[in-house]
């Protein structure tokens, strides 16, 4: 996958099938018309190609920018796209002027100009230009004029419930790492640098690694317990997967201040401070609470064991 970071580089492809959006997630909505878009550019012998912006386009219109946390950073979101087969990837920097842009000049400036559209792939919800007025139904009413075929891609439920990253978003923010999961077709992972803590849980029998989450606009989900398979950037290929116990919280029990991601990872013991770490979701275990003492605290943490095992042995 060719990634343009910009517009200066990029000139007409021959046969382009285009899909745009911001595809935060890339959950099984978005798995859908990606599927769509490369099965298109496959069979037409063209080439895939997806329209997205970096930073969202919400951190810079709208009122609540600041509290806005997304499902995939740039990099993570780069990965998935590549591993969905799309030959090139436009990603555009959102910008006040940028979002001035109308839908016209906005289809015949970069989707014509630009980028040679044939065929234009897009979700039932999409908008685009100035205040969203352009959509689906706009491009059909000019695809003569425009000289590309658009192709609308209808909503994707799960369990009857329309997936979006709104909702994902909502669900890992209370802990829900099911419906999430269910909804992104893929376990919520959270990738960070192992940084020294207090190093309170060796002294009580359950070492820690201490993570930093690597950018800041990256959602942490709900306070408490969560079963997670741990990936570090040591790791062979061949090496079995890593399970442990993660907190994230406060630690009330020893007055902590300020939030801290914590994975008692099982069955291990190598020093990889200032690693990658990479911690998958798999089941939330229960709320962060505040125990009476150190060894109410470290006989809960020996169930929470005994219920990650539990839980990790079965995926």
């Not at 770490?277 to 609470?289: G, H, S, V, Y």
């Amino acid at each position: 996958m060719r990634v343009y970071r910009g517009l200066d580089d990029l000139q007409p492809l021959p046969n382009a099938v285009v899909t745009s959006g911001t595809f935060d997630g890339v959950h099984r909505g978005h798995q859908t018309i990606l599927q769509r878009l490369t099965e298109v550019a496959r069979t037409s012998d063209g080439q895939s190609v997806l329209i997205t912006y970096w930073p969202h386009p919400r951190t810079v219109v709208a009122n609540d920018s600041q509290d806005l946390k997304l499902l995939t950073t740039l990099d993570e979101k780069i990965a998935l796209l590549e591993q969905a087969g799309v030959d090139h990837l436009v990603v555009i920097p959102f910008t006040r002027s940028f979002s001035q842009l109308t839908s016209e000049e906005y289809i015949r400036q970069i989707l014509i100009d630009k980028i040679g559209t044939k065929k234009l792939v897009i979700g039932y919800d999409h908008r685009f230009g100035r205040d969203r007025e352009g959509g689906f139904d706009y491009i059909r009413a000019h695809q003569s004029e425009y000289g590309f075929e658009v192709e609308e891609i209808p909503r994707q439920d799960v369990e009857a419930v329309g997936v979006s990253s709104s909702k994902i978003r909502a669900a890992l923010s209370e802990g829900n790492v099911h419906t999430a999961n269910l909804f992104l077709g893929r376990p919520y992972s959270l990738t960070g640098t192992i940084v020294k803590g207090r190093q309170l849980g060796r002294t009580i029998g359950f070492p820690t690694a201490n993570m930093q989450v690597d950018d800041p606009v990256k959602l942490i989900p709900a306070n408490g317990v969560y079963a997670v398979d741990v990936l570090y950037a040591g790791q062979s290929a061949n090496d079995q997967l890593l399970g442990g116990m993660l907190n994230i919280g406060f630690r009330p029990t020893v007055a902590g201040t300020n939030q801290t991601i914590e994975t008692y990872i099982f069955d291990f013991e190598k020093d990889i401070y200032g690693e990658h770490l990479t911690l998958r979701f798999r089941e939330f275990l229960r709320p962060e609470q505040k125990f009476d003492g150190l060894p109410a605290l470290v006989e809960q943490l020996k169930r929470d064991e005994e219920s990650a095992r539990t839980v990790l042995a079965g995926h």
